[in-house]
T-cell receptor, first 114, second 115 residues
Framework: AQSVTQLGSHVSVSEGALVLLRCNYS??????LFWYVQYPNQGLQLLLK??????LVKGINGFEAEFKKSETSFHLTKPSAHMSDAAEYFC????????????FGEGTQLTVNP | DSGVTQTPKHLITATGQRVTLRCSPR?????VYWYQQSLDQGLQFLIQ???????AKGNILERFSAQQFPDLHSELNLSSLELGDSALYFC??????????????FGPGTRLLVL
């Protein structure tokens, strides 16, 4: 079975500050990890994904995430927050035994203060 | 805009009723996925169809059913509705049969309110 835990249901940062959204996973097989963003009244949009290879993954809108197997983590970061980054962020996991099924975390609501 | 369309955007109905949610995948995508997002359960995978056939099944209730038609659009049927079925229902699509690394493209969702 696979699962993800997102630490912090709400994160608040100032505009221009570092964004750090935490995700830890549990998986009995090598995981594939995803970050999705959900803007108000919209569907989910893929920010980035880790499959194999380079553990530092760069995504859209200046976000990146690093896969750390030893820490079972896949935290999402952005050096400088922008007001437009305010949204809900979901970490998700899949694996060879789960096929295309994505298992999502609980989500983290990011607020960016001016 | 992901290219995935869902109708209706909002649906209000009463307990015991039946509703149908519709999804049109991105042009050329063969797989359709349904997810439910509720306050108490979060985002949960319900079911996947690939080229008209059921491919994978998740936490889908027996009162719920889905199908994918020859033109690849999909419908999710929810019957004997209960208050707890109130949720946002997402459809997603992907180009091929799916698999753990294939990107899924999500529609804007249908918000269902059961009164």
């Amino acid at each position: 079975a696979q699962s993800v835990t997102q630490l912090g249901s709400h994160v608040s940062v100032s505009e221009g500050a570092l964004v750090l959204l935490r995700c830890n996973y549990s998986s009995s097989v090598p995981p594939y990890l995803f970050w999705y963003v959900q803007y108000p009244n919209q569907g989910l949009q893929l920010l980035l994904k880790y499959t194999t290879g380079a553990t530092l993954v760069k995504g859209i809108n200046g976000f990146e995430a690093e896969f750390k197997k030893s820490e079972t983590s896949f935290h999402l970061t952005k050096p400088s927050a922008h007001m437009s980054d305010a949204a809900e962020y979901f970490c998700a996991v899949s694996g060879e035994t789960s096929g295309s099924r994505l298992t999502f975390g609980e989500g983290t609501q990011l607020t960016v203060n001016p | 805009d992901s290219g995935v369309t869902q109708t209706p955007k909002h649906l209000i109905t009463a307990t015991g009723q039946r509703v149908t949610l519709r999804c049109s995948p991105r042009s050329g995508d063969l797989s359709v996925y349904w997810y439910q997002q509720s306050l108490d359960q979060g985002l949960q995978f319900l079911i996947q169809y690939y080229n008209g056939e059921e491919r994978a099944k998740g936490n889908i209730l027996e009162r719920f059913s889905a199908q994918q038609f020859p033109d690849l659009h999909s419908e999710l049927n929810l019957s004997s509705l209960e208050l707890g079925d109130s949720a946002l229902y997402f459809c997603a699509s992907s180009p091929r049969a799916g698999g753990p690394v294939e990107t899924q493209y999500f529609g804007p969702g249908t918000r269902l309110l059961v009164l």
